[in-house]
């Protein structure tokens, strides 16, 4: 074979790292503006059931937790340990947390290869120490990990809803970003893993653990360079999830400014979509789409095909999505004879009964209903458009379906339909073309 | 000339739907869950200063007002009548409210030409009506006027925000949604008009009168049609407001769902493409699109030219909008050498001093307002991204610049600066690609 594998990964620094019996945060600070505190709060408010010590020469206590002046002082054996000194001391702290057992640790602090030569020797040798030591090690300089099924919030802002995307991002904000939108939706993440420099854990092995994550539903990265094409592609093959990557750098000047940033080749973007394309991964051209591509991946049952009924009280939203389908590549197919017969009855006098097919601003939760009942036989999958306040909203599409439910204009009573159906794990999308671009993405293979 | 203009709108109709003295609800409801009982209760609550009237046969009084059996037993004259009862009935209430002086009807019943030829002939005569009584008419088959500037609520949901966009939209849904984003953000709109079926009053009629509305700034359409292309090309030549138009109905079936639902002719949409690049209207792709072009236009100095600098504290974020304004047309210029050197004191001294210019996750406030005006000397336009929690990111640059502002992945300290930004008239956006292309149109002509 041409690209022979690297030695897996000992399962046991996967566990370590997503699932710690005992965390130390060394370098957790006693001071509220400093990120050292702030992470160490999160670790100590996001329910971890185990110890957990923070370690700082200079504190008593933390937030009410006895500190230690080093981690040769712990009083037992950690599995996990978060780092945030400064770089010149990470290869002896990462040697020190080897001899207290740790197999993984999450480098957050800054100062290595991405500032140059000296750098760059700093995280060589502190690659060198985590290998001896049998530690698998994410970042340097990097925003955590978040993995709220553990109650592990080595990461921030502090987020603990329990979601089914999976999201691995070369960019702490980017992955921030889709894990606060998630939170305020109320549908949360599996894992958020900020992969930083990828000095030592890449892309490829965090692919393989998602795979088999129970979890995990469908996996959303963000990427500038992918570090090993060919192993990622061979864990791509065996992965039985959907993946969909936001590639960054996609134009010249921005592939340069990918380059500057990770310090590493970008590649041309044609190399990366014909692998894409050839392996199912489905690649989206913005935040918002990976964003909403990752929520219909995890949540919507793939349709058997692209014909789509749209079901719409908003005229005006209908024909938006017709668009959006059409230029997406869904067959927006006309309703079949029988299909008009049955929803006439159903039906205000004064609907038109075509596709879309628009309730008018009379459409109540029981009407969407009836009407969904009677066309979803008749299509892959509908797109349901609540164009209005409609109670009971949250009521007419069951979680697990491949219909892609859209709110918009309808404020509060919105807002709380919205929130009811995140959290039975129906997703709904923000505007006709966001749902209907992430529908498609379902039909792409 | 080809196209005679008809008569020019009398100002007093238009005095009478904004700004009236007297309103009456014709159909206010008793009953809490109807929409004639929603739309008078915002009417009561939005700080309208004037009498407000109910008409109710069958009621004494709505939410304490004393409720009037027909519109003949009013106390006074009114100049405006929002009036909501079955479609039969509409004309004669239109010749009522004439005698009772009112210049303005708002028409939201439905059950007009948009359900056919007897539904067609009831909005020929609701027209005659108003037509011999001097009354201009807003829809019929519309969601109302919000007017926050003169506390007119004659639609929902109830949104008082005062801003500097006017809505117009031939769909009420995708109003509202603006509106209700507009709202959130704290930005609010100076008025928002649902045109419905367009019977009367149209978008060559508002556009002329909002060009002239001292709150509006910018003017943002949703349309399906253009009733009189002629006729609003004349208003558009004389408008010195920036336009933003959606207009739906792009592929071929959304056009003929477009016909459909506006029973009109939609228009091949070359046309239409011709004419707005002629008249320097912009066009949105999609809502999104519309909503931040339209933010853009009403809240950011326009810039002289192309040339803009990234600066972030995001990596990540910075290759995403380096790949936008690629794509968009926007010129990442090299940062002059005066400029490098001016900065790198400032810096951080792993900064790379590049276009985009990383700060990293080191950045504070005091850093980008230091960099910012450093760097807006050399450039058209400042692209601005706080990808961190940042405290006093509200405080980096001012309102009315040319700079366009990125808020992501900073949580709730993202949060409350956003707001405070909003409050002050700078606007910011989600994304990077959405700040970038908002941008970007205000280089378009």
């Given at each position: 074979?041409s690209?022979?594998d690297?030695?897996p990964?000992?399962?046991?620094?996967?566990e370590?790292?997503?699932?710690?019996?005992a965390?130390?945060?060394?370098?957790?600070?006693?001071?509220?503006?400093?990120l050292?505190?702030?992470?160490?709060?999160n670790?100590?408010?996001?329910?971890?059931?185990?110890?957990?010590y923070?370690?700082?020469?200079?504190?008593?206590?933390?937030l009410?937790?006895?500190?230690?002046?080093?981690?040769?002082?712990?009083?037992?054996?950690?599995?996990?340990?978060?780092i945030?000194?400064?770089a010149?001391v990470?290869?002896?702290t990462?040697?020190?947390?080897?001899?207290?057992?740790a197999?993984?640790?999450?480098?957050?602090?800054?100062?290595?290869?991405?500032?140059?030569?000296?750098?760059?020797r700093?995280?060589?040798?502190?690659?060198?120490?985590a290998?001896?030591?049998?530690?698998?090690?994410?970042?340097?300089?990097?925003q955590?990990?978040?993995h709220?099924?553990?109650?592990?919030?080595?990461?921030?802002?502090?987020?603990?809803?329990?979601g089914?995307?999976?999201?691995i991002?070369?960019?702490?904000?980017v992955?921030?970003?889709?894990?606060d939108?998630?939170?305020?939706?109320?549908?949360g993440v599996?894992?958020?893993?900020?992969m930083?420099?990828?000095?030592?854990?890449?892309?490829?092995?965090?692919?393989?653990?998602f795979?088999a994550?129970p979890?995990?539903?469908?996996?959303?990265?963000?990427?500038e360079?992918?570090?090993?094409?060919p192993?990622?592609?061979?864990?791509?093959a065996?992965?039985?999830?959907?993946?969909?990557?936001?590639k960054?750098?996609?134009?010249?000047?921005g592939?340069?400014?990918a380059e500057?940033?990770?310090?590493?080749?970008a590649?041309?973007d044609?190399?990366?979509e014909?692998?894409?394309?050839?392996?199912?991964?489905?690649?989206?051209a913005?935040?918002?789409?990976?964003?909403?591509?990752?929520k219909?991946?995890?949540?919507?049952?793939?349709?058997?095909?692209?014909?789509?009924?749209?079901?719409t009280?908003s005229g005006?939203?209908?024909?938006?999505?017709?668009d959006?389908?059409?230029?997406?590549?869904?067959?927006?197919?006309?309703?079949?004879?029988?299909?008009?017969?049955?929803?006439?009855?159903?039906l205000?006098p004064?609907?038109?009964v075509?596709?879309?097919?628009?309730?008018?601003?009379?459409?109540?939760?029981?009407?969407?209903?009836?009407v969904?009942?009677?066309?979803?036989?008749?299509?892959?999958s509908?797109?349901?458009i609540?164009?209005?306040?409609?109670?009971g909203?949250?009521?007419?599409?069951?979680?697990?379906?491949?219909?892609a439910?859209i709110?918009?204009?309808?404020a509060?009573?919105?807002?709380?339909?919205?929130?009811?159906?995140h959290?039975k794990?129906?997703?709904?999308?923000?505007?006709?073309?966001?749902?209907?671009?992430?529908?498609?993405?379902?039909?792409r293979?």
């Open positions: 074979m690209h022979p690297p030695a990964r000992d399962p046991a620094v996967l370590a790292l997503f699932r710690p019996k965390v130390a945060m060394v370098g957790a600070s006693t001071q509220p503006e400093k050292g505190y702030q992470v160490f709060r670790l100590a408010e996001a329910g971890f059931g185990g110890p957990l923070p370690v700082n020469p200079k504190a008593d206590a933390i009410g937790r006895k500190a230690f002046p080093a981690v040769a002082d712990l009083p037992e054996a950690v599995d996990l340990a978060v945030m000194v400064p010149r990470v290869p002896e990462i040697r020190a947390c080897g001899r207290k057992g197999r993984a640790a999450i480098v957050i602090s800054g100062g290595f290869s991405e500032t140059g030569p000296e750098g760059d700093l995280q060589q040798e502190a690659l060198a120490a290998r001896e030591a049998g530690i698998g090690l994410v970042g340097p300089n990097c955590g990990v978040n709220p099924y553990h109650g592990l919030c080595a990461s921030w802002p502090l987020l603990t809803t329990r089914c995307v999976g999201v991002s070369q960019s702490g904000t992955g921030a970003a889709l894990m939108w998630a939170s305020l939706e109320e549908l599996s894992a958020f893993v900020s930083g420099n990828r000095g030592d854990l890449d892309e490829s092995d965090l692919l393989t653990y795979a994550d979890n995990t539903r469908a996996i959303a990265f963000y990427l360079s992918i570090k090993s094409v192993r990622f592609l061979r864990a791509m065996s992965c039985p999830k959907p993946v969909v990557i936001l960054a750098g996609r134009t010249p000047k592939r340069k400014a500057s940033h990770t310090r590493s080749l590649g041309r044609e190399i990366y014909g692998a894409f394309r050839q392996y199912r991964i489905h690649r989206a913005t935040l918002d789409e990976l964003y909403d591509t990752a219909a991946l995890a949540y919507l049952r793939r349709p058997a095909g692209k014909r789509i009924a749209i079901i009280s005006g939203s209908g024909i938006l999505a017709t959006a389908a059409e230029m997406a590549g869904l067959d927006v197919a006309p309703l079949p004879e029988a299909l008009r017969a049955s929803l006439k009855p159903v205000p004064h609907c038109t075509a596709n879309p097919l628009d309730l008018t601003g009379d459409a109540t939760a029981a009407m969407y209903r009836q969904a009942e009677a066309a979803a036989p008749h299509f892959d509908l797109v349901i609540f164009g209005d306040p409609i109670p909203a949250s009521e007419v599409v069951p979680a697990g379906s491949p219909h439910v709110c918009l204009g309808g509060e009573v919105e807002r709380e339909e919205r929130a009811r159906m959290r794990g129906i997703p709904t999308f923000p505007t006709p073309e966001r749902g209907v671009l992430a529908l498609s993405h379902l039909t293979f």
